[in-house]
């Protein structure tokens, strides 16, 4: 059973730092991509950044430059490194997990079948 458990969520001003964590335990990171996605209240759930077996990694437009994915195979655990926070950030952040066969319709989240609980950041301005 795959299990996915976000944290590292909180308030922040604007030009802040966070850096989320996912644990992640019943998959091999080298067989999945795995991608960070956000929902602010009244809009779609949107791609943020993926990585794919630990080397490719794809980046939405406006975080490009601001964040960071990384992955530690030995702990399982997938990171989102965010600096120069902004106020439209603001949003739940889940983690995710797509097998590396299925062909990715990115930004869209189809294709992805684990998730986790999501954590929230607010970047206050």
């Known amino acids: 059973q795959v299990q996915a458990v976000e944290s590292g969520g909180g308030v922040v001003q604007e030009g802040g730092s966070l850096r989320l964590s996912c644990a992640v335990s019943?998959?091999?990171?080298?067989?999945?991509?795995m991608g960070w996605f956000r929902q602010a209240p009244g809009k779609v759930r949107e791609g943020v950044v993926r990585i794919d077996r630990g080397a490719t990694r794809i980046y939405a437009d406006s975080v490009r430059g601001r964040f960071t994915i990384s992955q530690d195979n030995g702990r399982n655990t997938l990171y989102l490194q965010m600096n120069s926070l902004k106020p439209e950030d603001t949003a739940m952040y889940y983690c995710?997990?797509?097998?590396?066969?299925?062909?990715?319709?990115?930004?869209?989240?189809?294709?992805?079948?684990?998730w986790g609980q999501g954590t929230q950041v607010t970047v206050s301005s």
């Open positions: 019943g998959l091999k990171f080298d067989d999945y991509s």
């Open positions: 995710a997990a797509a097998p590396s066969s299925v062909v990715l319709r990115w930004p869209s989240s189809a294709g992805f079948v684990y």
